[in-house]
């Protein structure tokens, strides 16, 4: 890896451990996927939760409860009180992550990573939990910057979507660019794999065929090539960049979405009857896609 990982002005990659644990907890905090394996399963709630404003905010055991129980508040855990006293195992998944977002938020930390906050819980506690962290972000005017697998989750709760493909960004735009003017075909991807409610019962999900690259032994060209519908020759031997449109929208593809070029290069591959395009074609789901380089021609 190479790079800067700048936050207020300071490069947090060449910053000494004591300097960044005092960053950590404080200034930054992070939301975790799974609140049973973020959480201590044999200390108790209100021990976690004091324990990290303690040690932060350097307060009395009597504050640090009282400050406890109040975080617990403001995340909504009903009767915080008895949630202060209970184990981890002895709240449901939405509480249990309700209290890792107080632990989270204890310090007032000016920018939350939240890491897949709603993968380990059903779709109602889900859009409860996503309301949450809107609600206490824009409460705080924290920045929050929000992992996820699922377009569906971040649509109309970000600004701005970076989508990311084998460690690097292939587009980045405003969250309405994103939707409304889609240019990487991962991205387009992404979107036709979110399940649509007009859809009838039983209708096979849109999945993306082929597996995501081994991090050790990239493919050459473009990463995203053996599992592309459009790739073209040039897309197995030349890296696209990421290139900025005068809107600001960024993307790293040589053959965009809704270009004619793009267009071109699908016509191309159906015809040479790459598995590809053809599984985007005939919604099929493939596990493993075979190389075909050159199979649409330059
Ligand atoms: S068209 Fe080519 S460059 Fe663009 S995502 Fe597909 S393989 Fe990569």
Not at 10 to 30: C, F, H, R, V, Y
């Amino acid at each position: 890896t190479s790079g800067k990982a700048l936050f207020d002005g300071k490069d947090l990659l060449s910053l000494p451990m004591n300097q960044m644990t005092n960053i950590w907890g404080q200034e930054i905090a992070m939301v975790f996927q799974d609140p049973m394996t973020s959480l201590n399963p044999v200390v108790k709630i209100g021990r976690q939760v004091s324990e990290h404003v303690r040690k932060h905010l350097s307060l009395s055991r009597r504050e640090a409860r009282e400050l406890a129980v109040q975080l617990l508040k403001s995340v909504r855990i009903p009767e915080a009180e008895v949630a202060y006293s209970s184990f981890p195992h002895e709240l449901s998944g939405g509480m249990r992550q309700r209290v890792s977002i107080a632990i989270a938020l204890a310090c007032g930390p000016q920018l939350l990573f939240a890491d897949e906050p709603t993968t380990a819980l059903d779709v109602t506690v889900q859009h409860q939990i996503l309301n949450l962290l809107g609600l206490q972000q824009s409460e705080r005017d924290m920045a929050m910057v929000l992992v996820t697998h699922d377009l569906g989750v971040v649509a109309g709760r970000t600004d701005e979507i970076i989508v990311m493909y084998a460690g690097k960004i292939v587009e980045q735009a405003s969250t309405h660019q994103i939707f409304q003017n889609t240019s990487h075909p991962y991205t387009e991807a992404l979107l036709r794999s979110i399940p649509k409610t007009d859809q009838p019962s039983h209708t096979r999900l849109a999945a993306i065929a082929g597996r995501p690259p081994n991090l050790i032994t990239m493919p050459s060209g473009c990463s995203f090539s053996p599992r592309c519908p459009y790739a073209q020759e040039r897309c197995f031997e030349e890296e696209p960049p990421l290139t900025v449109t005068k809107e600001g929208h960024a993307t790293a593809c040589w053959y965009q979405v809704g270009t004619e070029a793009n267009r071109a290069a699908w016509d191309k591959n159906l015809a040479a009857g790459r598995p590809a395009t053809l599984a985007v074609a005939e919604g099929q789901v493939i596990d493993e896609v075979p190389i075909d380089i050159g199979a649409g021609g330059a």
